[in-house]
């Protein structure tokens, strides 16, 4: 089992339409949980990052995170073309020295 | 303040020969960690670095390794390079690499292209 996973897509939303971008993870200790935005051949940007349970929100983004469940999402209301990149899911591991590891990304398109 | 910066942006070498990737942090930030991003594996954590010591290491050969300065500026080596080594490597920095809220800042990367 890897441990952060992510659907690689390409997941399509049509322009102004939502897009959830779903992240799972498999240390249950994990504290922290970051969302970042990486454009085709540039680097990754952060967008978000959560550390308890329930709903962040900044402006049309929302990241969503269920301990519980080792889940943690994220929401793009009014999607837009600019909006297209990979987006990747990373979790700062429990224990000393807390390493980050990132899923693999989930390849976003929104279509005009 | 300035971003992460990694010299140079892009190199082509051949197979068997060695090389040095520099990343200077954000001014303040004293953890750096490097990354290696292909597109079969995703983004796969070589090794950090934390007042010139290395605190945490990926699953990779002996042919990479780093080093950190005292002005936090990171230096990372691979020798003897593989046809597989091609590319982009990420340097990222935090302040201190362990507190609960720290968030790494990448960046531009250097694209290795081995031939």
């Known amino acids: 089992q890897k441990e952060v996973e992510q659907n690689s897509g390409p997941l399509s939303v049509p322009e102004g339409a939502i897009a959830s971008l779903n992240c799972t993870y498999s240390?249950?200790?994990?504290?922290?949980f970051f969302w970042y935005r990486q454009y085709s051949g540039k680097s990754p940007e952060l967008i978000m990052s959560?550390?308890?349970?329930g709903d962040k929100e900044d402006g049309r983004f929302t990241a969503q995170l269920n301990k519980a469940s080792q889940y943690v999402s994220l929401l793009i209301r009014d999607s837009q073309p600019s909006d297209s990149a990979t987006y990747l899911c990373a979790v700062r591991n429990s224990g000393g020295y807390q390493k980050v590891t990132f899923g693999t990304g989930t390849k976003l398109q929104v279509i005009p | 303040k300035a971003g992460v910066t990694q010299t140079p942006r892009y190199l082509i070498k051949t197979r068997g020969q060695q090389v040095t990737l520099s990343c200077s942090p954000i001014s303040g930030h004293r953890s750096v960690s490097w990354y290696q991003q292909t597109p079969g594996q995703g983004l796969q954590f070589l090794f950090e670095?934390?007042?010139?010591?290395?605190?945490n290491k990926g699953n990779f050969p002996g042919r990479f390794s780093g080093r950190q300065f005292s002005n936090s500026r990171s230096e990372m080596n691979v020798s003897t390079l593989e046809l597989g080594d091609s590319a982009l490597y990420l340097c990222?920095?935090?302040?201190?690499?362990?507190?609960?809220?720290?968030?790494?800042?990448f960046g531009p990367g250097t694209r290795l292209l081995v031939l």
């Open positions: 990222a920095s935090s302040l201190r690499g362990g507190g609960l809220q720290e968030t790494q800042y």
């Open positions: 959560i550390y308890s349970n």
């Open positions: 240390d249950r200790g994990s504290q922290s």
């Open positions: 670095y934390f007042s010139e010591t290395q605190r």
